[in-house]
Structures are given as structure tokens and as C-alpha cells.
């Protein structure tokens, strides 16, 4: 499995983002998507889920009400809508993928900078 993503940049507080997430390889095998974020000194936290055979999803408490996880499974992509963003929601997002044994597989990283 490949993920590769897009979408970061450069946001003012109170802005929005969308990130991608291009899934390729053997995507019969996922059993779930989710985002993580990583912000600088701190370890990568979940931001949110989806399921892949539904469209069953979870947050993170600090982004409830502003992100929204979904999915396009006739471009095999997943998205992150980013809303009201927070210098706080400053980080590198990855992408995330995971199998039935579980293994997980990940993407290269996104910046998302936003500035106060």
C-alpha cells in the first residue's frame, strides 16, 4: 500500500485546508484510514478514522465540529477538511492506512502551518 499526500500549506487562524491523501497498491487489504499529526517535540496523535468497508468515523476531542474525515473509494482517496483552524492544529499530518493483520502503512507527511 502507497499513500501520498497533499494539501498543507501555509493558513490564518479561523482559515480552512483540505488535505489528500492518494491511496495505491493493494487497497483490498485496508480495514481502516485515518490522519495523524505530529507537532514539533510531541508525539504523533490520532486525529481521525474512517473505516473502509463503512464509513463509520471517529475525531480526536480537539478537533471535533471543525475537521471531517472522508472518502472516495471510485479515486481512491481520503480527505481531511480542515475548518477553523488553530496555531495549536499546527503540525505535519500523515496519512494512514491499516491492514487485517494489523500493519500500518504511512504517508510522507504534510506541513499544515497556521499563523495567529
Known amino acids: 500500500v502507497q499513500l501520498v499526500e497533499s494539501g498543507g500549506g501555509l493558513v490564518q487562524a479561523g482559515g480552512s485546508l483540505r488535505l489528500s491523501c492518494a491511496v495505491s497498491?493493494?487497497?483490498?487489504?485496508?480495514?481502516?484510514l485515518a490522519w495523524y499529526r505530529q507537532a514539533p517535540g510531541k508525539q504523533r496523535e490520532l486525529v481521525a478514522t474512517?473505516?473502509?468497508?463503512?464509513?463509520?468515523?471517529n475525531y480526536a476531542d480537539s478537533v471535533k465540529g471543525r475537521f471531517t474525515i472522508s472518502r472516495d473509494n471510485a479515486k481512491n482517496t481520503m480527505y481531511l477538511q480542515m475548518n477553523s483552524l488553530k496555531p495549536e492544529d499546527t503540525a505535519v499530518y500523515y496519512c494512514?492506512?491499516?491492514?487485517?493483520?494489523?500493519?500500518?502503512?504511512w504517508g510522507q507527511g504534510t506541513q499544515v502551518t497556521v499563523s495567529s
Open positions: 497498491g493493494s487497497t483490498f487489504s485496508i480495514s481502516a
Open positions: 474512517i473505516g473502509n468497508t463503512d464509513d463509520s468515523t
Open positions: 494512514n492506512a491499516r491492514n487485517w493483520e494489523p500493519y500500518d502503512f
